[in-house]
């Protein structure tokens, strides 16, 4: 798999710009998702979140769509800011279980 | 800040060894779980405790062992350490019937 430090897809985008980062989960139970943005030095700090009954959800700024057919996630953030700037993670979840399964995260460079 | 607490933040100890690092739940969450995130994986999940009782295991191994107290507090202890074994180790904690778990900010653990 990537590695988180070293060999992570990386999104570069210009400030202003909207970004949208992508995710691609692996089991079809999975009914809870997450994304997670992790500063340099920090812990995974919750973004949003959405259940498998809704495809999308908006928060401030981000927006989670949900395609179960593809099982393929993704964030968009809007009127990226440096501070922006991190490693995004995606963890699902199965009903039933409390194990939580992360992504391998995408690194993403605001521009100014 | 999350609520979750953990020590200490950076460990440096020598091959063979042991050590102990602890978490702090937020404030009436009842179950702990602990990852693991290294540069060369993603954050793989450890163990997961509710309320005193092992809930949940992945990939942790058996020179690891982990405890939660009667005061919610988490242990995870790491023995017979190799240069591997260096790597962030997290704790994240959630209520009781919530999927959200939330991440302290880390214990950096370097083996020598």
């Known amino acids: 798999g990537e590695s988180v430090g070293l060999h992570l897809p990386t999104l570069s985008v210009q400030e202003g710009d909207n970004s949208i980062i992508n995710c691609a989960y692996s089991n079809s139970a999975s009914d809870y998702f997450i994304w997670y943005k992790q500063e340099s030095g920090k812990g995974p700090q919750f973004i949003i979140d959405?259940?498998?009954?809704?495809d999308k959800r908006q928060g401030q700024r981000v927006t989670v769509l949900l395609n179960k057919t593809v099982k393929h996630l993704s964030l968009q953030i809007a009127a990226t800011q440096p501070g922006d700037s991190a490693v995004y993670f995606c963890?699902?979840?199965?009903?039933?279980?409390?194990?939580?399964?992360f992504g391998t995260g995408t690194r993403l460079k605001v521009l100014a | 800040d999350s609520g979750v607490t953990q020590t200490p933040k950076h460990l440096i100890t020598a091959t063979g060894q042991r050590v102990t690092l602890r978490c702090s739940p937020r404030?009436?969450?009842?179950?702990v779980y602990w990852y693991q995130q290294s540069l060369d994986q993603g954050l793989q999940f450890l163990i997961q405790?509710?309320?005193?009782?092992?809930?949940a295991k992945g990939n942790i191994l058996e020179r690891f062992s982990a405890q939660q107290f009667p005061d919610l507090h988490s242990e995870l202890n790491l023995s017979s350490l190799e240069l591997g074994d260096s790597a962030l180790y997290f704790c994240?904690?959630?209520?009781?019937?919530?999927?959200?778990?939330?991440f302290g900010e880390g214990s950096w653990l370097t083996v020598v």
């Open positions: 963890a699902e979840k199965a009903s039933g279980t409390y194990k939580y399964i």
């Open positions: 994240a904690s959630s209520v009781e019937g919530a999927n959200t778990i939330y």
């Open positions: 404030s009436g969450d009842l179950s």
């Open positions: 959405i259940r498998s009954n809704m």
């Open positions: 405790y509710y309320n005193g009782e092992e809930r």
